[in-house]
T-cell receptor
Framework: GQQVMQIPQYQHVQEGEDFTTYCNSSTTLSNIQWYKQRPGGHPVFLIQLVKSGEVKKQKRLTFQFGEAKKNSSLHITATQTTDVGTYFCAGPGETSYDKVIFGPGTSLSVIP | DTEVTQTPKHLVMGMTNKKSLKCEQHMGHRAMYWYKQKAKKPPELMFVYSYEKLSINESVPSRFSPECPNSSLLNLHLHALQPEDSALYLC?????????????FGNGTRLTVT
């Protein structure tokens, strides 16, 4: 069945260091979405990537969609304490287009 | 702030109780979802409503019963739950049906079953 994987599971960084999380799907995706969930909060949509090789930036965050549309990455430059949370990638279900399937997430801790 | 409103924020119920979770959105979105999230886990899809019709039930036990009275409202009726059903229940909506449309989540209802 379809699997969406993310690495690493946890990442602890010193404030100001960079951070990257990687997302891999067992199937080709029509699009990939990224969400951030703060501790005690709910997932918040960050961005959607649709095109092969697409790169999008949001201030210190850079999102990339792989050429084969099976992998994606999120890179944060010069982390801040406000970046703390769990970052999930998500994509459409293989068997049913109505589904949005979430990866297991990467939990980011930032040490001040 | 979220444009998807969920009530209540917290709920404690016994295994013999009947309760309902409510969700409301006024963004004109045509798809609405219920997700269940356990601690340190990703959201797990339970139900999808598309144009007010149930389109996906992810083999959820019948003690969870969804209802979509209109395009803005989504309910989740709970009956005879088990302690392992304790979790954060998230409602979400998307502009269109299908996995191409970003999800907007509510704040969630934190449910404890005693």
């Amino acid at each position: 069945g379809q699997q969406v994987m993310q690495i690493p599971q946890y990442q602890h960084v010193q404030e100001g260091e960079d951070f990257t999380t990687y997302c891999n799907s067992s199937t080709t995706l029509s699009n990939i979405q990224w969400y951030k969930q703060r501790p005690g909060g709910h997932p918040v949509f960050l961005i959607q990537l649709v095109k092969s090789g697409e790169v999008k930036k949001q201030k210190r965050l850079t999102f990339q969609f792989g050429e084969a549309k099976k992998n994606s990455s999120l890179h944060i430059t010069a982390t801040q304490t406000t970046d703390v949370g769990t970052y999930f990638c998500a994509g459409p279900g293989e068997t049913s287009y109505d589904k949005v399937i979430f990866g297991p997430g990467t939990s980011l801790s930032v040490i001040p | 702030d979220t444009e998807v409103t969920q009530t209540p924020k917290h709920l404690v119920m016994g295994m013999t109780n009947k309760k309902s979770l409510k969700c409301e959105q006024h963004m004109g979105h045509r798809a609405m979802y219920w997700y269940k999230q356990k601690a340190k886990k990703p959201p797990e899809l339970m139900f999808v409503y598309s144009y007010e019709k149930l389109s996906i039930n992810e083999s959820v036990p019948s003690r969870f019963s969804p209802e979509c009275p209109n395009s803005s409202l989504l309910n989740l009726h709970l009956h005879a739950l088990q302690p392992e059903d304790s979790a954060l229940y998230l409602c979400a909506s998307s502009q269109y049906r299908g996995g191409n449309s970003p999800l907007h989540f509510g704040n969630g209802t934190r449910l404890t079953v005693t």
